[in-house]
């Protein structure tokens, strides 16, 4: 069990979904995980376990390492979590990475507090209110009917930008 | 058939009036430069406190996509403008160049 340390300060039954790709093979697993109040925190009784960072290490841009987000929600989720370059994907946050931020990232797309879109482009934010600075967790991500989209660009603790208002 | 930088402008330029960032209205809008070198500059007045004008610079394209989907590669650059102007507070200690604009670095990872 991961621990998370989500500071919502709200009851939660949120099913988290994430599909995890390792390796060569399509290894994949799904977590579904009851995200339980316990003294004012969250915790997923069963989450995606080994949240560890991705190596992306001789891989293509393109390549998939996990998927994240509700499937009932439509075509566009789950939305894909590649590898990417500096400027997009998983290597463009990777220094972000964490346990709980994946713990975030996850909720945000699974039960997002305000949701913006421009052409096949989403604006995802989740209301975490756990400090001053980190009021709104942020996922950027695109959309496509195939599987040409780049999925998730970015996932960030918003800042004075203003984009999750 | 439009070539690969006026569908970059205009649908950046559309992407920035539905998901607008509160506090900067655009003045322009361009491509600069030829292949690897070639980037979209974005300059904004700042309609904050700080006032003045803020520019962006950003590649048109990578090698991850090519000259493919400029529709793809304008929520890149959205995404790492947003980033920038968080990383940044807005340019506030950033020096604006002689033409007044303070030019925002992107937050890049690691290859």
């Known amino acids: ?153 970015t996932a960030v603790w918003e800042g004075p930008s203003g984009t999750c208002l | 058939m439009e070539s690969y930088e006026a569908q970059l402008i205009d649908i950046v330029a559309r992407l920035l009036e539905t998901l607008p960032i509160p506090g900067l209205r655009i003045q322009k809008i361009r491509v600069e430069g030829a292949g690897a070198a070639e980037e979209i500059v974005l300059v904004f007045h700042r309609e904050t406190p700080l006032g003045g004008r803020l520019g962006f610079r950003f590649p048109a394209w990578d090698e991850s996509l090519g000259r493919t989907d400029a529709d793809q590669w304008s929520a890149v650059v959205w995404a790492n403008l947003d980033e920038a102007i968080n990383a940044t507070d807005w340019g506030s200690s950033i020096a604006p160049d002689p033409d007044g604009i303070a030019w925002i670095p992107p937050c890049e990872g690691e290859d």
């Open chain 1, 1 to 153: 069990m991961r621990k998370s340390d989500s500071r919502d300060g709200a009851g939660i039954a949120a099913k988290a979904v994430s599909v995890r790709v390792t390796g060569t093979r399509a290894l994949t697993r799904v977590a579904v995980a009851a995200l339980l109040l316990t003294g004012g925190g969250a915790v997923p009784a069963s989450a995606s376990s080994g949240a560890a960072a991705f190596n992306c290490t001789g891989r293509n841009p393109q390549h998939i390492l996990a998927r994240y987000g509700h499937s009932a929600d439509g075509a566009e989720y789950p939305v894909p979590l590649r590898c990417g370059n500096r400027r997009w994907g998983y290597k463009h946050f990777a220094h972000r990475w964490s346990n709980s931020f994946e713990s975030h990232l996850e909720r945000t797309l699974n039960d997002p507090t305000v949701q913006q879109r421009g052409g096949s482009t989403r604006v995802v934010c989740r209301r975490v209110n756990a400090s001053p600075e980190r009021q709104w967790f942020k996922v950027v991500h695109t959309t496509d009917p195939g599987d040409r989209n780049l999925g998730i660009i």
